[in-house]
């Protein structure tokens, strides 16, 4: 018998910590990463080392440090794909019949923390290890609607909110349309300047976390002052990769993004 | 090298999902059980086969279901005692020093679910076997200030309101003086009639969960309908044992416990 396997592709901070915690339980197999180049990519698919006889594929779908993210569901064969999809679930339409599981935790763009969502593939329940606590065997939890133990029932009653406020949007394609939106306003802009730059390739840039950076480093202190100076927080990008990140998921406004650009473009005028 | 083990006692439902879960991880010894009376009472603790070698002694400091309670810590020498206080927490004050581990769900006494909290000496902290996952592992989150993970901001913030509450209301002595009045106005008139029965050992009683019996179990409907009149809901006991139940949480206040024993005496003097 084989030792048991997954395929794991490495996009930046939150692959990293899917692949440390698998290497808990199974042989971990990087199948691509792009870790060589800063994570400011994803890996093409057609590069992936992938073995048709592993367990599954794992991706995560957006990273919200490095600011990738997968616009298509890659192709991966008969090999179940899982996706770790906390931080852009409900952010656009998915088309669930590529995945064997999709994990999200609420907090980004469905309800509070302290809940999160599985959808798994009816023929992937039931092959939990025998380690596996009772309230994560998939198996458990179906045979229990989902309430295998007490649920967290207010986290649900508002993530059930925010399902009726997305339709009241229009849905899923109303709100990858808002989504587009904004994060065009501000990719557009970047592109647009040399006084500031997105550091990730075009193609695989997130609607969900534009990392930016200032040419001049130096400016990054005013640039945080004058922006906290207009109640638009938390722009400091992650110390990992430094510079600034606008984290604008479902619950940003255009009018929100349309602040932050006009706030650059002032910035950049008087110190570029 | 011996085989770690761990020694239960078994009180009711929650002891047995307990050892079920503990024997995925290690050898359980029920060193002590009140199954073969039906969970009426709390093994005598000086009966209890402890084991100097066990790895911990683990307790359910109340059952909901059964109705029975530990009015202190047992004392089980140098070996740490590890207690599920899901059920009583927050209603009595506790000797922490006693226990080497408390664990509480939170939706009984202290907020909504979807939050545990856990209270760990420090020198049990960094035990954890290799394949525990990482938000379980008390060192992780010890070191990273129980936020290894986004931790359930909104249930946290609403257990903050209920701690303040509790201060408001004298604190946990006053708590249980206000659950000990509560507890006796059942109890007093349960062992005052030939009507109703507690089926549960008079010095094991809970506090939290009172279980009662019709004599003639062909009235309960009848009983559970009126209770339902007077708003009075869940009243009924749980499949496993039968008859009524009174759940009295902290939250519950000493007039409806009032309206209870008044409806179960009105009951009685038409049905007697």
Redesign the interface.
């Known amino acids: 018998m084989v030792e048991p396997f997954a395929d794991y592709i490495n996009t930046g901070e939150w692959s990293k910590k899917s692949i ?2 698998a290497k ?2 199974c042989t971990v197999n990087v199948a691509a990463t792009s870790e060589a180049t800063g994570f400011t990519s994803i890996p093409k698919s057609d590069t992936w080392k992938l073995d048709p006889n592993a367990a599954y594929v794992h991706i995560c779908s957006n990273e919200t440090i490095g600011g990738v993210q997968y616009h298509s569901a890659p192709n991966v064969g008969e090999v179940p794909l899982v996706a770790d999809m906390s931080s852009d679930i409900l952010s656009r339409p998915i088309d669930v019949s590529k995945y064997g599981l999709i994990y999200a ?1 609420a ?1 980004k763009n469905m309800g ?4 999160t969502v599985t959808i798994v593939r009816d023929d992937l329940i039931g092959q939990a290890l ?5 309230a ?1 065997d998939y198996k458990q939890q179906a045979d229990n609607d989902s309430m295998f133990n ?6 649900i009653y ?1 993530a059930g909110l925010v399902f009726q406020w997305l339709k009241k949007q229009g849905g899923l394609k109303a709100i990858e349309a808002h989504n587009r939106k904004k994060a065009g306003l501000i990719y557009d802009y970047l592109d647009n300047t040399t006084f500031y730059s997105s550091p990730v390739a075009r193609e695989d840039r997130s609607l969900m976390n534009v990392p930016f950076k200032l040419k001049n480093e130096a400016l990054d202190e005013a640039f945080l002052k004058g922006a906290k100076e207009l109640n638009m927080l938390q722009l400091k990008g992650h110390r990992s990769v430094g510079g600034m990140r606008a984290s604008i998921y479902n619950a940003m406004s255009i009018e929100g993004v349309e602040v932050l650009v006009g706030y650059m473009k002032d910035f950049e005028k008087k110190n570029g």
Chains 1, 2 share one sequence.
């Open positions: 440390k915690e808990k339980y935790g907090q509070p923390s302290g809940l025998p380690i596996t606590p009772s994560f007490t649920p967290p029932t207010y986290a508002i």
